[in-house]
């Protein structure tokens, strides 16, 4: 009887909690569900769409839900895309339905493709401000809701970037564009390049290609760890890095963040100095070319005879001309206790002329960029 008893009061408790649930949740659906605005968020302010990454996320779009006033009707979804200030008079729609999702992602490919088709008014490699919204749509009584606009900036790249170059008097060739010091793709990462090496004191940017100056990667006027893609010459002013210390650089770019560092490692900047020409005792002849001393780091001295005739300093044994030498900033400069000279490969061929000849000391300082040509 005790147990039985037992078993008796407590189903009559599950009975009692049983009714006391039903209760509660009637007693909560009859309570109105607090409706939120519809908001549409979206994963980056601005993005670069480059083909080369195909179907890997560019942009990702993402909605709260729409409300149907508790009626449980169905709700259909919208994404409206237009440039802006155009108040979505144009632009794109994709007519998603319904979902339960309520995720929208691009791919690189699918949305540089649709920046070029949808807007071909938008030039290569420009950012441009684009419109988004989200309308929600009852099914059943066709009333909708509009979120608020977002706002970002979308630029696209048709083809795929695997070259890039540096290019100036900062660089091993100069201003030379067929020899424009190529870069080393990142395999893992395709935007990335970098390299590293000795630069000069000058001015250096970047090129995609060695048959013409444009396109190429130019200094943000007002950020240098900014660069800025030049479509063309009226795209943007044709500005460059400054190098004000010779020596070894690390130099590491990436194109879709449009970001550069430059970093100086030190070191010695030059190993070996060479002079030719016909006021040299090896005249114009590479196999009797004369070396100049190396006492300390970054200079460089001679001291011997020198004859009437020109005179200019090769760092690289290239008897094919293709190498970088030291140049005068003038044609036939008459040598001075305190000049200056061009690192650079090809023209300006501006060399020395010594008219007045005898025992010369020449001391060459790379920390300066300055040449001393002293008659003993």
Known sequence: MKDFRFKIIDWRMFILISILGIFVSCKKSDEPTPEKPLTLSLSADSVLCLPIYKDLPALDL???????????????????????GNNFAGGLKWEIGRTADRTLVFGHKQLADTLALTFPSIP????????????????????????KTVTMALAWRASMLTDLYLVGDATPNGWNLNRATPMIIDMSHFSSFSWTGQMHKGEFK?????????????????????MVYRLTEETY???KWNITKAGNYRIDVDVEALTILVTYLGGETYSHVYMIGDATPGGWSWDNITELSHPE???????????????????????????????????????????????????????????????????????DTTISFVNL
Not at 64 to 83: K, V
């Open 62 to 84: 993402a909605w709260t839900a729409g409300t149907n006033h508790g009626t449980g009707s169905a709700i259909s979804y919208t994404i409206d895309m237009d440039i802006e």
């Open 124 to 147: 290569e490699g420009k950012y441009t401000r684009f419109e988004w919204r989200v309308r929600a749509v009852v099914v059943d009584t066709k009333e909708e809701q509009v979120s």
């Open 206 to 226: 970047m090129l995609t290609t060695t048959e013409d100056w444009i396109p190429c990667y130019v200094r943000d006027t007002t950020d240098a760890e900014k």
């Open 237 to 239: 002013p044709d500005k």
């Open 297 to 367: 780091t970054n200079i460089f001295t001679y001291e011997g005879n020198l004859g009437s005739g020109q005179i200019k300093f090769p760092t690289e044994l290239k008897s094919d001309w293709s190498g970088e030498m030291l140049f005068a900033l003038t044609p036939d400069c008459a040598p001075t206790a305190s000049g200056k000279f061009d690192a650079h490969v090809g023209d300006p061929d501006n060399k020395w002329l010594i008219s007045d000849p005898g025992v010369y000391q020449i001391r060459i300082n790379f920390n």
